[in-house]
C-alpha cells in the first residue's frame, strides 16, 4: 500500500467526530447522507477520532458502533475512503477491509494536490516522551487482547467506565498558544506547501513561513465537514460546511 496519496477536487475531510450512539450520533446521519448521495463525492479523507472509542481487538467497542461500521464499510465499495488513525480508533484494519487505514508510524502521510505537495495528520504524531510511550502501548496487540480479557471478565466495566468519561469531556476548547506550539509540532515538516490534521480542534489556519497549516475544525462541536477547493493559481483551499441532517443537498 501506498504511503502517499493524491487529494482530488472535491474531496471531503472530516476530523474528530467522536462517535457515540447515545451522546454524538449525527454522524450516522452524515454518512446516511452520502450513502444516499445528498452528499456527494468520490474521495473522503477521515482524520481520526471519528469514534470517540474503537478499538481493534475489542469486540465490545465494535459492538457499540456496528451500525456505523457497516455503514461506512458500505461507503467504501461505493468512494475512495482514507482513514487516519487517531488516538480514539487504532487498531482499525480488521473492521475496515476496503479502506485505507494509516496508523500513527505512518502519519504525517505525504500527500498531493494537483502541483502542490504538503502533509496530512491526525495529529497525535509528535508529543512529549511520555505521550509517545503511552501512544504505543494502548495500541499494542498484546495489550489490546489482554484488555479483552479483563473487559470480558468484569462485564465491560472498564469501558463502560471510559465511556463516561470520556462523554463528560469538552471536545470545544480554545488552545491558548496555539501557534507556537504548532510551530514547535510540526518543525520537521515545514518544506511542503501545505499540512493538515485535526486532534486539536481549533479549525484554526495560519501560515509558518510559505506552509499554510489548517486544523481542522472538529465534526463533534457544530458537526461541520470541509471540501477541497482549488483557488485560481491551484493552490488548495478549504470550503467549511456545517451538516444539518435533514436539509435536501449539502455542497
Known amino acids: 500500500m501506498s504511503h502517499s496519496i493524491e487529494i482530488q477536487e472535491g474531496a471531503i475531510f472530516l476530523s474528530d467526530a467522536h462517535y457515540s450512539p447515545e451522546l454524538r450520533p449525527e454522524l450516522l446521519s452524515f454518512f446516511q447522507a452520502l450513502n444516499n448521495e445528498k452528499v456527494c463525492t468520490k474521495q473522503l479523507v477521515l ?9 481493534g ?6 459492538e457499540k458502533n456496528k451500525e456505523l461500521i457497516t455503514l461506512l464499510n458500505t461507503l467504501s465499495l461505493k468512494i475512495e475512503i482514507y482513514y487516519l488513525e487517531g488516538n480514539h480508533d487504532f487498531q482499525l484494519t480488521q473492521f475496515f477491509p476496503h479502506i485505507k487505514v494509516f496508523p500513527i508510524e505512518l502519519q504525517p502521510l505525504t500527500c498531493k494536490f494537483i502541483n502542490q505537495n504538503g502533509y496530512i495528520a491526525h495529529g ?7 505521550y509517545r510511550i503511552y501512544t504505543k502501548l494502548i495500541r499494542n496487540s498484546f495489550l489490546l487482547r489482554f484488555l479483552k480479557y479483563i473487559d470480558s471478565m468484569q462485564n465491560h466495566t472498564i469501558l463502560k467506565k471510559l465511556d463516561v468519561y470520556l462523554g463528560k469531556k469538552n471536545d470545544c476548547q480554545n488552545f491558548c498558544g496555539f501557534e507556537a506550539f504548532i510551530q514547535q509540532h510540526i518543525q520537521k515538516y515545514t518544506s511542503g506547501d501545505f499540512f493538515i490534521e485535526g486532534h486539536f480542534h481549533q479549525n484554526r489556519s495560519f501560515y ?32 467549511e460546511i456545517q451538516f444539518k441532517s435533514g436539509d435536501e443537498k449539502y455542497g
Open 57 to 62: 481487538y475489542i469486540p465490545y467497542t465494535y
Open 208 to 239: 509558518i513561513d510559505c506552509l499554510n497549516y489548517i486544523n481542522l475544525g472538529a465534526f463533534a462541536c457544530n458537526q461541520r465537514y470541509f471540501r477541497v477547493k482549488s483557488l485560481q493559481d491551484n493552490q488548495l483551499k478549504l470550503q
Open 124 to 130: 497525535d504524531f509528535n508529543g512529549a516522551f511520555g
Open 47 to 55: 482524520f481520526g477520532d471519528i469514534f470517540d472509542a474503537l478499538f
